[in-house]
């Protein structure tokens, strides 16, 4: 069965230091997809990144950026000089198929990102 | 712009009545998905939609309903035979089912529900 787990429900830290938000996934597919999502408190999730099975270089986008290790079935996500404007809850995400006629997204449960000033 | 639009934003419902939140999307998508979200239990999916006039029950379907008569709207009930209905839900769209997962999900910004 497919699952992400986020083991990381609250994490607080104090701007300007670097923060990595772990997400581990299990499934049996050979191809599938990952996803970062920021949730702020306005509630809307906002799409971060997206990262197919196939591609596993990392990733760097300003100050995001993602580890994808799949021997370890691991997609971690890393703030460099983390802003307070970064205090959201983050999901990660997995992609599901049914015999590839409907796909849907498996989310873990959250973390809770807090950055003091 | 396009996006999903979700009203109202915040609904109270008194026990043993039925409330619907209205899901409504101009991106022309042909998927849309309506998921709840408890504290520390993440998302978890009600209803999804490929397409107009069909629907396919998610994890969690019992005690809600939905309909899908146009594209651009995915209307969920939440009846009176839902036994805990207070959470915070969010409707979500992509281009078509078959590549939700190549695209990712737009998503409404959500609404929150109270039992008083």
């Known amino acids: 069965a497919q699952k992400v787990t986020q083991a990381q429900t609250e994490i607080s830290v104090v701007e300007k230091e670097d923060v990595t938000l772990d997400c581990v996934y299990e499934?049996?597919?050979?191809?599938?997809?990952l996803f970062w999502y920021k949730q702020p408190p306005s509630g809307e999730l906002v799409f971060l990144i997206r990262?197919?099975?196939?591609?596993?270089q990392n990733e760097i986008s300003g100050r995001y950026s993602w580890n994808f290790q799949k021997s370890t079935s691991s997609f971690n996500f890393t703030i460099t000089a983390s802003q307070v404007v970064d205090s959201a809850v983050y999901f990660c995400?997995?992609?599901?198929?049914?015999?590839?006629?409907?796909?849907?997204?498996?989310f873990g449960t959250g973390t809770l990102l807090a950055v003091q000033p | 712009d396009g996006g999903i639009t979700q009203s109202p934003k915040y609904l109270f419902r008194k026990e043993g009545q039925n409330v619907t939140l209205s899901c409504e999307q101009n991106l022309n998508h042909d998927a849309m998905y309506w998921y709840r979200q408890d504290p520390g239990q993440g998302l978890r999916l009600i209803y999804y939609s490929q397409i107009v006039n069909d629907f396919q029950k998610g994890d969690i379907a019992e005690g809600y309903s939905v309909s899908r008569e146009k594209k651009e709207s995915f209307p969920l009930t939440v009846t009176s035979a839902q036994k805990n209905p207070t959470a915070f839900y969010l409707c979500?769209?992509?281009?078509?089912?078959?590549?939700?997962?190549?695209?990712?999900?737009?998503f409404g910004s959500g609404t929150r529900l109270t039992v008083v």
């Open positions: 499934t049996r597919d050979t191809t599938y997809y």
């Open positions: 990262r197919n099975s196939f591609d596993e």
């Open positions: 995400a997995l992609s599901e198929a049914y015999g590839g006629a409907t796909n849907k997204l498996i």
């Open positions: 979500a769209s992509s281009i078509d089912a078959r590549h939700g997962s190549t695209y990712g999900y737009t």
